[in-house]
């Protein structure tokens, strides 16, 4: 069973994106904020990663370089309400998987988780 | 391009425009049509702008999306910035007829943003009486209140008078008591996903006590002495029973029993605020509070309310389901009753009568029975409720006489009707047998278990209890049998475990969300236990009768709360499905909120703009002034083509060849032409304007516009000569038909001879911005044939599904919304209507011929 990772600091978000993606039969955790994120990558690997890129503390894009650095085959997935075109070329340089503005459709969302979780098998 | 046959030099208009402007009392000159036009499009842009972030804000709600408040808060910004600019178009378009506008927008405006912030029950008075409640006031004064108001508008019923404490009351008194900081912390802890048991308690128990120890905060006594003061005087003592309405209380969620109700409390403020600090505390009571952990997860904030109201000296009193829930038949209805007051009945643990009523049509007693009722509830001297013993010969009357129980089904059935949704109605008969509404909310229905297997016989297993009780709740239960006493509480409730008890009492409510199944021994489906059985999904079945005996603590039972068999033992036949425990989502804070932003936003209320309410004061929402704010443009619009003299004046005016004797001017404001089109005898073909070609299409119609003229006889033309004729249409029966047309729109004055026709239409493929509006007026004869000929062209429109009105000789039909082909083809059929009318009024000589005539045209006989 794969694991996600879904990190957002409003608990709305977080909840529903457990609930959705737990119904595709993923192991799914969530975390209000890139500290406690941060804190539990060091204990366990993920096979997808799902933050918002606007965080007060730990942002997005500090999460995107950890993950990275600790586990270059870990997808990345960024999902923000701001969707701000120089965040988006920054985020593309440090290899994003994909990138949602929100309101970001579950379907979609659950199609690219699938995608990333299958480019892992190879 | 300069034609010739503009007829006004450009500077000499300046000139005369400023001079104009000096004249005391003389209006800003004449706006061209096309400017007109334009500013007609502004409005339709700014309208489909906010209409478009209202269904974004909508879709939301079906839980496909991820969104946050963020997301919320923001698109609500752009709402109210798009509605604006409808507000401003609008009133650009029609000269400031329409500025009070603005000061609605304002004010829906700011009660969003509150609605946002989390303090719409911060601000606004600190008592409502029932009358003054209108629905914008729901947050304020609870749910329950507010179905309270809306009863007492309505003639048919009858609720007893009163006021509300409302939520601000509430907020003040927490603040002036220094406990902000405790309830914040307290309802935070709420809240959180798993919080510490033994801390939750602790801090519920200290805040309960708190509140109940609260001062009153300044100016409620005051309010409370003015609004009781202010209530009608019988002569009697006056005494008002005291109930909680919380935010959520008899929306979604019934809360039913949780909160306290203090009843038969004299009418002085000291007495009403130390019984509504009582009902402010049970929001924090132990049951309440695991009442809104079940249904509301992750939201700790809820504010109270408390009604006041006169209190009814009951003879009988109870309920009604206005379906019936047992057997889930939304042809019946269920009612139950007993002497005195109905707390007997919610509160289970009397004997109450059950009835039955058939809803037909016609309403009718299918079933009646009456119990033996040893005693009920009455209202004490001083203060209170007593119980008293029924007298002898009442034990084993009935409650209700056949005529109060089809009154009774009666007022359900109209609740239903107001409510648009099934009912759970407490109700109360007085000593001189009036009917009381005492409080009506949504019904808690479910769907029987989907999936269950069912056995033919499930022989290895004993049946301790067949065939007795009422369910409650469907659905199969199994788990360790825990017996609870009243008497000696223990406050453990092992999870999993079927509850089985004596009494069907509100106060499980603690032990219920624990449980996988509920036995009682008495109490009836309609009691507060049983609503909240059905709310939680927990099976129950209540009113089995003696089971206390059969049973031993901590033995494992089937309950199969859908065929009411009780088994010992497991039964895995039935054991078909698991509970769930998913987060309920669509009960988090963020829904909620977000459902209430929209009430306030897309619910409609100015529907049909022929009715009286279709007004500026009518607008109760975002929705409603987008509504007006379209209405009104169209109707500046149509009135484009009145002051013909000034059209032909101030516009390139060309006329039409047309193989039909009768000329059309066409004025065009871009888009209605053909570029190649001559500047006269423009021909059908060079027409580009989509409206307009379909209008043209049909008067052109083979058999519509015959070369002969009807015959008109002498009487009626002295008819015509000497009758008066209004000022505002002769002046339009004389002149030009002339065609605004743009490459979507058209607006068509027609004047026939002694008839006069307005077609206003706008028509592309956006199908939100589509109308169609026709106007018919006059005729040659007398009115008689004029009204005749007005309802043979009302006849021929509702069949095409147009909106009409008629007024003697005044016809008006509109069409709305509809794809462009549609509206196509309901121009075509106006064009062939305003041939064929011509002068039909001279042969509507008896009131057969309006059908006669309508017929004709609708089996596309033209030929008259």
Avoid at chain 1, 6 to 26: F, N, T
Avoid at chain 2, 187 to 214: F, K
Avoid at chain 2, 266 to 292: I, K, N
């Amino acid at each position: 069973m794969h694991s996600i990772m879904i990190i957002d600091d409003e608990r709305i978000v977080g909840d529903m994106a457990k609930l959705s993606l737990s119904q595709e039969g993923y192991d799914v955790e969530s975390f209000l904020d890139g500290e406690s994120a941060l804190k539990r990558l060091k204990e366990k690997s993920f096979a997808v990663v799902v933050t918002d890129l606007k965080m007060k503390g730990v942002d997005g894009l500090e999460v995107l370089r950890n993950v990275k650095q600790l586990y270059p085959a870990t997808a990345v997935i960024m999902i923000t309400a701001f969707a701000n075109l120089d965040v988006a070329i920054e985020a593309l340089r440090d290899d994003v998987f994909d990138f949602f503005p929100k309101p970001v459709k579950i379907k979609d969302l659950k199609a690219s988780v699938k995608r990333a979780v299958e480019g892992r098998k190879i | 391009m300069v034609s010739k046959h503009i007829m006004i030099i450009p500077e000499l208009s300046q000139i005369w425009s400023r001079l104009l402007k000096l004249l005391p009392g003389r209006s800003a000159p004449p706006v061209s049509p096309r400017v007109v036009f334009e500013r007609f499009q502004k409005v339709l842009a700014s309208n489909n702008q906010a209409l478009e972030i209202i269904a974004d804000l909508g879709e939301k709600l079906g839980g496909d999306y991820l969104f946050d408040m963020r997301y919320v808060e923001s698109s609500v910004e752009e709402l109210i910035a798009a509605v604006h600019g409808s507000v401003l178009a609008v009133n650009e378009l029609c000269g400031d007829r329409h500025a009070r506008l603005h000061q609605v927008h304002e004010r829906l405006s700011e009660d969003l943003r509150l609605t946002l912030a989390g303090r719409e029950d911060r601000e606004g008075p600190l008592i409502f009486t029932l009358d003054e409640i209108r629905p914008r006031n729901w947050a304020l004064v609870g749910g329950k209140a507010a179905h309270l108001a809306v009863m007492r508008h309505d003639p048919q019923l009858r609720v007893p008078d009163g006021f509300v404490i409302t939520a601000r009351a509430y907020n003040d008194l927490i603040d002036h008591n220094g406990l902000r900081q405790q309830l914040t912390a307290f309802e935070e802890l709420m809240s959180a996903t798993e919080p510490e048991a033994d801390l939750l308690e602790q801090q519920r128990s200290l805040i309960e006590q708190a509140v109940l120890a609260a001062a009153p905060p300044p100016g409620l006594l005051d309010a409370l002495a003015q609004a009781a003061g202010r209530l009608p005087q019988t002569g009697k003592p006056l005494f008002l029973a005291v109930r909680s309405s919380a935010q959520e209380e008899d929306m979604d969620f019934s809360f039913a029993g949780q909160f306290t109700s203090v009843l038969n409390v004299p009418a002085q403020p000291d007495a009403l605020f130390a019984a509504a600090r009582e009902v402010m505390a049970s929001l924090f009571c132990a049951g309440a509070v695991a009442y809104r952990r079940r249904v509301f997860p992750d939201e700790g904030k809820m504010a109270i309310a408390v009604v006041c109201q006169r209190m009814v000296d009951s003879r009988s009193s109870g309920i009604v389901f206005s379906v019936d829930t047992m057997q889930l038949a939304h042809d019946t209805m269920v009612v139950v009753a007993a002497w005195g007051q109905g707390e007997a009945v919610v509160e289970g643990g009397t004997a109450t009568d059950t009835f039955q009523l058939h809803k037909g049509p016609p309403l009718r007693i299918a079933a009646r029975q009456v119990a033996d009722k040893e005693q009920g509830l009455f209202a004490g001297a001083e203060s209170g409720l007593t119980s008293r013993a029924i007298a002898k010969e009442l034990r084993a009357a009935s409650c209700l006489s056949d005529d109060e129980l089809l009154q009774l089904g009666s007022a359900a059935l109209h609740l239903e009707t107001l409510f648009k949704r099934p009912q759970d109605i407490e109700w109360a008969f007085d000593s001189s047998g009036q009917l009381y509404i005492l409080q009506a909310r949504p019904l808690v229905l479910n769907t029987p278990a989907r999936e269950k297997a069912l056995p033919v016989r499930v022989e290895q297993h004993e049946v301790i209890c067949a065939g007795q009780g009422k369910v409650a709740q469907q659905g199969i239960a199994a788990g360790p049998v825990h017996i609870v006493n009243f008497a000696e509480e223990t406050g453990e409730f092992p999870e999993g475990s079927v509850l089985v008890t004596h009494h069907d009492s509100s106060r499980l409510v603690t032990y219920i969300q624990r449980a996988a199944g509920v036995i009682t021994e008495t109490g009836t489906p309609v009691s507060h236990m049983a609503t909240i059985c059905r709310e939680f999904q927990v099976p129950c079945l209540v009113n089995v009768g003696s089971i206390l005996g059969k049973v031993r603590e901590g033995e494992l039972i089937t309950v199969d709360a859908e065929d009411r068999r009780i088994y010992r033992g497991l039964v895995d036949e039935l054991l078909v499905y698991r509970a769930t425990s998913c987060i309920n989502l669509m009960s988090s804070r963020e829904f909620r909120l977000l459902r209430r932003i929209l009430k306030k936003v897309s619910e409609l209320h100015l529907v049909d703009p022929m009715m009286q309410d279709f007004s500026i004061d009518g607008c109760r929402t975002c929705h409603d002034i987008l509504r007006f704010s379209h209405e009104s443009a169209v109707q500046e619009m149509v009135n484009l083509g009145r002051d013909e003299r000034r059209l032909i004046k101030g516009n390139i005016v060309r006329p039409m060849k047309l193989p039909i004797p009768t000329g059309i001017l066409v004025i065009d404001i871009g888009g209605g032409l053909a570029s190649d089109a001559p500047e006269r005898d423009v021909p059908f073909q060079a027409i580009a304007s989509v409206p307009f070609r379909a209008v043209l299409q049909g008067m052109l119609f083979p058999e519509i516009w015959h070369n002969n003229p009807m015959p008109v006889g002498i009487r009626d033309l002295m008819n015509s000569m000497f009758s008066p004729i209004r000022e505002e249409a002769a002046e339009q029966y004389s002149g030009h038909n002339i065609a605004i047309i743009g490459g979507n729109y058209v607006n068509l004055c027609f004047r026939l001879g002694y008839h006069y026709n307005i077609i206003d239409a706008h028509c592309g493929e956006a199908e939100q911005n589509n109308h169609l509006y026709y106007r018919f007026l006059g005729g040659v004869t007398d009115m008689t044939k004029r009204s005749r000929r007005a309802a043979m062209i009302a006849q021929i429109l509702k069949e095409f599904e147009f909106n009409v009105q008629t007024k003697g000789d005044l016809v008006t039909a509109r069409l709305s919304r509809l794809p462009q082909r549609e509206a196509e083809r309901a121009l075509d059929i106006l064009g062939r209507l305003v041939g064929y009318t011509r002068q039909l009024d001279v042969r509507m000589e008896s009131d057969n011929d309006p059908g006669k005539y309508a017929e004709a045209f609708l089996n596309g006989e033209y030929r008259v």
